[in-house]
């Protein structure tokens, strides 16, 4: 994230993608909405309003037909005729008579004796047309002309898929006593009615799974009238309700939501027909839902709900999940009652997936744009980035290569920008640096021999002075014949012994300082080493009077031993110097907790380190005391730090006074 290319990138992400996605989201939104809201629900709508339309226009023409059939002269003529033959019929039983069986007969072979045919001949003719109508509409499956005694003058002899009735349903038909009908009796009294959906009992076949619609019928009564307006008769139709079954299944119903779905789906939209009660399915693709609740069994009270709290007759039902799909519907009632319709409620809905599928295509689509031009996008945003910081990413590289000490680090200018121009001012920049770090070097240098030839001068300067004296001194004695003279030269051979053996001292420290002699490492148990160093100043502190003690038991570590052992006896030596009047040294050797080292730690209880002396302990030619190089501390160090150690000094900070040195060695653990 801190990189300039990933920050570019996200640059351009957020300058162009972002308002782009952003875009499509809206895009997106607005097609669900609009499509749902002002297109697909004022479809549906005005779509079911067309289907309750048709559905009306179907019934009312059934229902005029059934009264223009009514003020037929023939229809007139046919009950006369069963008027005049009805009671020669029963005062001659073998006269000939219009019933199940010369129906039967006439609907099979058509061929009748010449006294029916003479006698009934305005029936006969009537059936004929009655035929003829069920043969040309094919949506009734019975007309039926009956008297005002309630017995059937005649029907159509054929279904209108031009098979005989059948001799059974006939006999049951005009043995039937129609009086009990509550149509008959309205149509009697002067009054036209019609029946709603139904299983007529009158029904001449009975059909199975599948067709269970053409088991149900509306139907159609209306009175016969003379010309003197009094009635004389009645006619019925039933209507097979397999043609409103069919309205409602019309593929126009589909294909006019066409467009919404890919040419290889089938649209999902279906219409439906309730009662007027808003809660009874009469009419459905479905068939199994005949009769069922909408409230209970099919569990939607909220669409019945819809309907009855409507004033209007027609509207849009509330989103509603029915058979695993959210859906989508509108309803419109059809024509009341007083208006000859049955006020049935026409539904018709669709699957959400249907309405959203043009949007989702267009999501899809938006979504596949959007990835396109974000890969674009990105991919050129990172040759801009990477040609961009490439540059910078190089002056990166060679700024590290200074940092290391490579001064001869240079880019190559590749542009005339200003990163061409800080690539010149880097390499000007590495160019100066060299010049001016040979210079420092040499200047470094200079100044360190001249320090160490001041300080190698100064040091051996000290023991010279005394031996000078000392030779001139002997000379002015042996020149005046000093009685003395012995003596004298005597101390001065002492005195030139012990200068000299400082001066080595002297040589030594600085040899050790600018390296010495090649470390030669081996194993060493590092307690007896110990125990060697303070017995080679046991002398020294009994004299001072003070008490060493050496604790702990020790362990290997893998170092030069002379090394070492310096080290070590210029600590110890330190410590004995700190303490002139006597006191305590304690020496511990013990393993590090939490590590694979051992720590010694040399404690005394002499005078201490002065606060402003703490900072420079370990500086070469720093010392404390009036005497020695002030190398000693600094050789320790270096030593310790070559064997992967670490050496520390401080203060006690208990009561006793005193300094601690703390010397860390790693543990050496021999291998096969």
């Not at 037909?65 to 039983?93: C, T």
């Amino acid at each position: 994230m801190r990189r300039i290319s990933t920050k570019l990138v996200l640059a351009v992400l957020a300058a162009v993608v972002l308002p782009f996605v952003a875009f499509m989201f809206f895009i997106n939104y607005q097609m669900e909405v609009r499509l749902t809201e002002d297109v697909v629900r004022q479809s549906l709508q005005g779509l079911v309003q067309d289907l309750a339309g048709q559905i009306d226009r179907f019934v009312d023409e059934r229902r005029q037909n059934v009264a223009q059939w009514s003020e037929s002269a023939m229809i007139v003529f046919a009950l006369d005729n069963y008027e005049s033959h009805k009671g020669i019929v029963r005062a001659d039983p073998e006269r000939a008579s219009w019933d199940a069986d010369a129906l039967d007969r006439w609907a099979t072979t058509r061929e009748l004796s010449v006294d029916l045919k003479r006698d009934w001949d305005f029936v006969i003719h009537q059936t004929r047309d009655f035929d003829r109508i069920v043969e040309v509409t094919g949506v009734y499956d019975l007309i039926l002309l009956v008297a005002p005694d309630g017995r059937p003058v005649t029907c159509n002899s054929r279904l209108p898929d031009g098979q005989p009735i059948g001799r059974e349903y006939l006999e049951f038909l005009f043995g039937y006593d129609f009086t009990a009908e509550p149509w008959f009796g309205r149509a009697i009294e002067g009054e036209a009615s019609q029946l709603d959906h139904h299983a007529s009992r009158f029904r001449a076949r009975e059909y199975g799974p599948g067709e269970l619609a053409h088991n149900y019928h509306i139907g159609f009564s209306t009175p016969v009238r003379n010309q003197r307006g009094e009635v004389i008769g009645v006619l019925f139709a039933l209507v097979n309700w397999h043609h409103v079954q069919g309205l409602i299944e019309s593929r126009v119903v589909k294909e006019y939501f066409r467009g919404l779905v890919t040419e290889d789906r089938d649209p999902s939209p279906y219409a439906w027909i309730w009662r007027s009660d808003a809660d009874t399915i009469i009419g459905h693709p479905r068939e199994d839902l005949y009769y069922e609740s909408v409230s209970n069994h099919v569990g939607l009270p909220e669409l019945t709900r819809a309907v009855l709290e409507d004033d209007d007759g027609a509207g849009s039902y509330p989103e509603y999940l029915f058979a695993g799909e959210w859906k989508n519907a509108a309803f419109k009632r059809t024509a009341e009652p007083e208006d000859g319709g049955f006020y049935w409620v026409v539904g018709l809905g669709i699957d959400n997936d249907d309405i959203y599928a043009t949007s989702t295509e267009l999501r899809n689509l938006l979504l596949g744009g959007t990835a396109i031009v974000l890969l674009m996008a990105i991919l050129w945003t990172m040759v801009i980035a990477r040609r961009t910081t490439e540059p910078i990413r190089e002056l990166q590289r060679s700024t590290r290569r200074v940092a290391g000490g490579e001064l001869d680090a240079q880019i190559d200018i590749r542009s005339r920008d200003e990163l061409g121009e800080l690539a010149r001012d880097f390499n000007q920049m590495t160019a100066e640096l060299k010049e001016q770090r040979g210079q420092l070097i040499k200047a470094e240098k200079d100044a360190a021999w001249r320090e160490m030839a001041k300080q190698i001068a100064h040091d051996i300067k000290n023991p010279l002075t005394p031996i000078q004296l000392s030779l001139d001194l002997v000379e002015r004695a042996r020149r005046e014949k000093n009685p003395g003279y012995d003596e004298i030269l005597e101390r001065t051979l002492d005195l030139i012994g012990r200068q000299v053996t400082n001066l080595r001292e002297i040589a030594s420290d600085f040899y050790e300082f600018t390296g010495g002699r090649r470390p030669e490492p081996q194993a060493i148990e590092l307690g007896g080493l110990l125990d060697e160093v303070l017995r080679l100043h046991d002398a020294w502190a009994v004299d001072l009077g003070v008490d060493v003690r050496r604790e702990g038991p020790g362990g290997m570590v893998y170092a030069d031993p002379g090394k070492l052992r310096r080290v070590f006896g210029n600590l110890v030596s330190n410590a004995l110097q700190a303490m002139p009047e006597g006191g305590e040294l304690r020496v511990e050797v013990a393993p590090a907790a939490g590590s694979e080292r051992i720590r010694v730690r040399i404690r005394d209880t002499g005078v201490g380190i002065p606060e402003e002396a703490r900072e420079h302990l370990f500086e070469p030619y720093f010392t404390t005391r009036g005497e020695g190089t002030g190398l000693g501390l600094a050789i320790a160090r270096r030593v310790i730090e070559e064997l992967g150690g670490a050496i520390d000094l401080r203060s006690a900070e208990d009561g006793d006074g005193g300094t601690v040195v703390e010397v860390q060695l790693p543990t050496h653990r021999e291998t096969a």
